[in-house]
């Protein structure tokens, strides 16, 4: 046990007190499994009027409005600060891009915290997986991070259909503890140690989906996507392998990408239609531009800034990475998407 909260729950949970911070669909079905376990949680929007009608309504006014919630076991506060200084773990699921915006009101201190990231992309400008930018600028020590992979979409475990997720922590036993606090009838959990693995596979998966969703765009078929995720599958292997440093640690585990958190989020980002990514890559496929795509989507999709990112810190790697490249000219460089996704067919095999 290494948070305390009062004598029952810090038995069952050993997590301490817990706070989201974030407001969009996938914090909302985060802090349905948490608030379910725990009857309390902190919950950091940034909006006054989203948490006045939240506390109004009893749910999430603008996501997942389905699921309600009783807002007498929820502790809602647009103060950031309060909310850091309130509660033992805090689980970050803001989108990557404004990352640094939010935690730039930040005066409390987070190293004594646990800090877990349910953040399914890169800190732009940085190019940092968030683990590395809470670690590298809040001096947050690694046993102290943690990170959730799926394969899970919001929509799907707000229905409660059977879900999969795997908390990863270089201290396995805090992954333990946060894994229970997730697991119901309708989440099973696993741990890992590979935060660094699961967090840039997170990344990469938004890219494919949004190159499996500007194939479908341009009228390829499932014969087709299916060697696309084949392809992918291993390009993303390529990188993780470029990237993690070696096992010399006996905490640390040997890692297999067909594994449900690398493969089966893979593949359910780049097949689902709950999958913004692979929404936004068919606008793009279609013909629309970026910008169209974007305000008509109305929600971010990650893999866009995540593009850039990964080509830039590929560029330190030299990993053959030619799905990565062809999304990045597409969204980045204004090629076709037919003369690009042309080529691209050309190097399958």
């Known amino acids: 046990m290494y948070y305390s909260l009062s004598k029952d729950r810090t038995e069952m949970y050993n997590c301490g007190k817990i706070a989201i911070i974030g407001g969009g669909s996938w914090a909302t079905a985060i802090a349905k499994i948490v608030v379910q376990h725990t009857h309390h949680i902190g919950w950091y929007m940034r909006r006054d009027d989203q948490i006045s009608d ?34 033992d773990t805090l689980v970050f699921v803001v989108p990557s891009p404004y990352l640094k915006n939010h935690l730039r009101r930040l005066k409390t ?5 646990f800090i877990i990231t349910a953040i399914k992309g890169i800190v732009p400008d940085e190019n940092l997986i968030c683990s590395e930018y809470f670690h590298q600028v809040f001096d947050v020590p690694y046993d102290n991070l943690a990170c959730l992979g799926g394969p899970s979409h919001a929509e799907e475990v707000a229905l409660e259909r059977l879900s999969y997720l795997t908390v990863a922590c270089a201290d396995s ?11 119901s009838n ?42 696309l995720m084949s392809n ?10 470029a990237v993690r440093p070696p096992v010399t640690d006996e905490r640390q585990q040997v890692y297999n990408v ?5 493969l089966g989020d893979l593949l359910v980002t780049g097949y689902s239609n709950f999958s913004r990514n692979r929404v936004f890559g068919t606008m793009i496929g279609k013909g629309y531009s970026v910008k169209s795509a ?5 929600m971010i999709a990650e893999g866009y800034f995540g593009t850039k990112c990964m080509k830039e810190i590929n560029r330190h790697h030299h990993v053959n990475m030619p799905i990565l490249d062809a999304v990045y000219n597409i969204l980045y460089e ?16």
């Open 258 to 262: 067909y594994d449900s958190v690398y």
């Open 334 to 349: 204004r090629i076709s998407p037919q003369v690009e996704i042309k080529l691209l067919t050309d190097s399958f095999r």
């Open 186 to 227: 309708f989440i099973k959990t696993k741990t890992s140690t590979d935060v660094i693995g699961i967090e840039y596979s997170s990344v990469l998966k938004n890219v494919y989906a949004i190159a499996a969703g500007i194939c479908s765009g341009l009228k390829f078929g499932d014969n087709f996507q299916a060697v």
């Open 54 to 87: 939240f506390c109004r309504l009893g749910h999430n006014p603008t996501y997942l409005s389905s699921v309600h919630f009783n807002t007498d076991e929820i502790h809602f506060s647009s103060d950031l600060n309060q909310i850091v200084q309130l509660y």
């Open 173 to 183: 036993e805090k992954a333990q503890a946060f894994a229970d606090v997730l697991t």
């Open 109 to 113: 201190r987070l190293k004594d915290k």
């Open 232 to 241: 992918a599958v291993q390009e993303m292997d390529r990188f993780m392998n």
């Open 294 to 298: 974007q305000m008509e989507m109305e």
